[in-house]
């Protein structure tokens, strides 16, 4: 009688194991602003509100080069790819025209599909803190923290929600340690420029002027525990110098997203699978492990194997890297060890 009640308390957990579940909210766009004019009915209000949200959830998720490989969808096709919107918030501004905000919800597995269709993959970042230091060469001077309008304003432009950039704090150490390696500033390492910081994402960037006040721009970076390095040119054409280094602030800020956007590719086409027991001491760990599951995205699936009064066999089907699985289930106090060759989840 107890194992009867048993099948029937993991089916109702589990009612549906092949439903993709998440409950994450990669692909949710909120906060689109439109004004209504008096003439603009509600419906073309809302068609203007999907294409800007379609427009801004594939520049989040999709690197640079491959955001053109949708440029052909039509309108009615993005539409298809909505499970609903909302308007969060209608009011009237200062010049009294009205003002309503949008939510828009786009369906995960349409997303996939479309995405799995044109061989595209797309990026779900985890780590969204980018630990960066520029620092500005100029007249053969390296000004790190102190006549340096790129440290000074690199967090007043291009303002986005996707990579939270966060600078040091002006150090001693810091000046230090790259003033006895100015010869030889690229073998610079950046665990021991950014002490504090390590184990976390870091970009390290020179700026050198030059006396046709071009720029070049190399960064040094560390993401998600590889080193990359790349080299940019900008040309000073006929902007003044503000807008000349607004601009390579901002492309320099782009170049650092999509370096790592490219370390959280997700391949739709190559799914993982991941057999794991959970002990069954307590029947509240298996609907609260189903329940924290359910907010993490990259877990697709998860099947009952089988079962016994002691502990239940499950197979997670997910996307990406099994590092990155890890630390997303730590993130919900989920605990994934491999012990004598069986992986074993815990719920803290």
């Keep these: 009688m107890k194992l009867h009640k048993l099948v029937i308390f993991i089916l109702i957990v589990f009612f549906k194991t092949e439903t993709l579940f998440s409950e994450n909210n990669l692909f949710n766009v909120n906060n689109i602003q439109l004004k209504k004019k008096d003439k603009t009915s509600n419906n073309s209000l809302a068609d203007e509100a999907i294409q800007r949200g379609f427009?801004?959830?594939?520049?989040?998720?999709?690197?640079?080069?491959?955001?053109?490989?949708l440029s052909d969808l039509n309108f009615s096709l993005i539409k298809q790819l909505v499970i609903y919107y909302?308007?969060?918030?209608?009011?009237n501004n200062d010049n009294k025209e009205e003002e309503v905000n949008f939510s828009i919800t786009f369906d995960k597995d349409k997303i996939h599909s479309l995405l799995y269709k044109r061989g595209i993959s797309y990026s779900d970042i985890s780590d969204k803190e980018l630990y960066v230091l520029p620092v500005l060469i100029k007249e053969n001077q390296i000004n790190i923290f102190n006549n340096n309008f790129f440290y000074e304003n690199w967090n007043e432009i291009y303002k986005n929600d996707?990579?939270?950039?966060?600078?040091?704090?002006?150090?001693?150490?810091?000046?230090?340690?790259?003033?006895?390696?100015k010869n030889n500033l690229i073998n610079l390492e950046l665990d021991s420029l950014f002490n504090e910081y390590k184990?976390?994402?870091?970009?390290?960037?020179?700026?050198?002027?030059?006396?046709?006040?071009?720029?070049?721009?190399?960064?040094?970076?560390?993401?998600?525990?590889?080193?990359?390095?790349?080299?940019?040119?900008?040309?000073?054409?006929?902007?003044?110098?503000?807008k000349f280094y607004v601009k390579v602030i901002t492309e320099s800020k782009e170049?650092?997203?999509?370096?790592?956007?490219?370390?959280?590719?997700?391949?739709?086409?190559t799914p993982s699978f991941l057999n794991a027991n959970l002990?069954?001491?307590?029947?509240?760990?298996?609907?609260?492990?189903?329940?924290?599951?359910?907010?993490?995205?990259?877990?697709?699936?998860?099947?009952?194997?089988?079962?016994?009064?002691?502990?239940?066999?499950?197979?997670?089907?997910?996307?990406?890297?099994?590092?990155?699985?890890?630390?997303?289930?730590?993130?919900?106090?989920?605990?994934l060890q491999l012990i004598n060759d069986q992986w074993i989840i815990k719920v803290l």
Aim: hydrophobic share 35%; net charge positive; no cysteine.
């Design 162 to 181: 996707l990579i939270e950039f966060v600078l040091p704090l002006e150090n001693i150490e810091i000046i230090q340690n790259i003033n006895n390696n």
């Design 255 to 269: 170049e650092l997203i999509n370096l790592i956007k490219s370390q959280n590719l997700i391949n739709i086409r």
């Design 55 to 69: 427009d801004q959830l594939i520049t989040r998720i999709l690197l640079k080069e491959d955001k053109d490989k």
């Design 279 to 335: 002990n069954l001491s307590r029947k509240s760990n298996l609907v609260e492990l189903n329940s924290r599951i359910k907010k993490i995205d990259v877990i697709e699936n998860i099947y009952v194997q089988n079962f016994n009064k002691n502990y239940v066999n499950l197979r997670i089907k997910y996307l990406g890297k099994l590092e990155k699985i890890i630390n997303l289930l730590k993130t919900e106090n989920i605990d």
């Design 86 to 91: 909302q308007i969060t918030n209608v009011h």
């Design 199 to 242: 184990n976390k994402n870091l970009a390290l960037i020179f700026i050198e002027e030059n006396t046709s006040s071009n720029k070049n721009v190399y960064i040094k970076s560390y993401i998600q525990g590889k080193n990359i390095s790349k080299s940019l040119k900008f040309k000073k054409e006929n902007l003044n110098t503000d």
